[in-house]
């Protein structure tokens, strides 16, 4: 399949000063909201499958789910592989036909994760996509908010050596972001990553964005911050959106003698709803829109 969502759109966003949103997803609703999302701004976006949601959905039916949601899509709409520790997994979703992955090695020494995400890029470009890598591990865990453990931060010499060395074709950093959300915003160290834009010519990618103040990701994509991944947002905006579907369920029931409604489609669509809401925001905020929600 040809790839939407190419290297050249993230270096695209970073010449620009935007960068991509991408959106974790672990389920059908969850996929069609940010999908409509990305057509109704006409913008494109990054879906994330796996590879945690796999273990809750099944990874060929989430895979195939999330491709063709992305095809169908009226934008352009790439399917990436998150956070990826599995060679096996990876081959998969590659064959499956993502057209992005990242391979996590950043619990692996430097230079056992150069050898191993390098091997991966070579892997992945032989199927037309595109690498992302990671080389300090980016604190918390990408399912769950709440305290993590406080994770290393990128040091520019060796992601210049990261990069250089493996030929990743975009780079995670670790400049104080936590996976999650937090009780107040981590503050990120800008001057770490103008040091790492300094060293390294790929695109920058920014995971654990969930609860940080606008400005600072302005900040941040226009110090070359091309992807930001977005999760925690999106199943707190599913949940609000599922609750107040049962909350106005309830009230039916409480005034009149209808009994519960069976109907899921009239509980999962303001669920879809809420997180189409969200993803329309962040899509605007990392394309340089003012929001004013
Ligand atoms: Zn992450």
Not at 113 to 120: K, Y
Request: aromatic residues 4%; proline residues 3%.
């Amino acid at each position: 399949m040809t790839h939407v969502c190419d290297t050249r759109a993230l270096r695209t966003a970073q010449q620009d000063g935007r960068a991509l949103a991408a959106f974790s997803v672990y389920n059908l609703e969850q996929t069609q909201a940010v999908c409509a999302a990305a057509e109704e701004l006409h913008a494109p976006i990054l879906v994330q499958a796996g590879s945690s949601a796999f273990r809750h959905a099944g990874r060929g039916p989430l895979a195939a789910l999330a491709i063709a949601c992305a095809e169908s899509a009226r934008a352009d709409v790439g399917v990436h592989l998150d956070h990826a520790t599995d060679v096996d997994e990876i081959r998969a979703c590659l064959a499956a036909g993502y057209g992005s992955v990242m391979y996590d090695g950043s619990a692996l020494a430097l230079d056992r994760n150069i050898e191993r995400t390098r091997e991966v890029v070579e892997l992945a470009h032989a199927h037309g996509a595109w690498v992302e890598g990671e080389l300090a591990g980016i604190a918390g865990d990408e399912d769950a908010s709440g305290a993590g453990p406080s994770g290393a931060l990128t040091d520019p010499d060796a992601a210049a050596r990261f990069v250089h060395g493996t030929g990743v074709d975009a780079l995670a950093v670790a400049i104080g972001n936590v996976h999650g959300m937090h009780a107040g915003p981590p503050a990120l160290d800008f001057d770490r990553l103008a040091e790492i834009r300094a060293r390294v010519d790929v695109p920058l990618v920014l995971h654990g964005a969930s609860g940080l103040p606008e400005d600072a990701l302005r900040t941040a994509v226009s110090l070359g911050v091309a992807k930001v991944n977005v999760n925690t947002e999106l199943r707190r905006a599913f949940r609000a959106g599922l609750e107040q579907a049962l909350a106005d369920e309830d009230d039916l029931t409480k005034h009149g003698d209808v009994t519960k409604s069976d109907d899921l489609t009239k509980l999962l669509a303001p669920a879809r709803d809420a997180v189409r809401e969200v993803a329309l925001r962040w899509i605007a905020l990392l394309s340089g829109t003012r929001v004013t929600a």
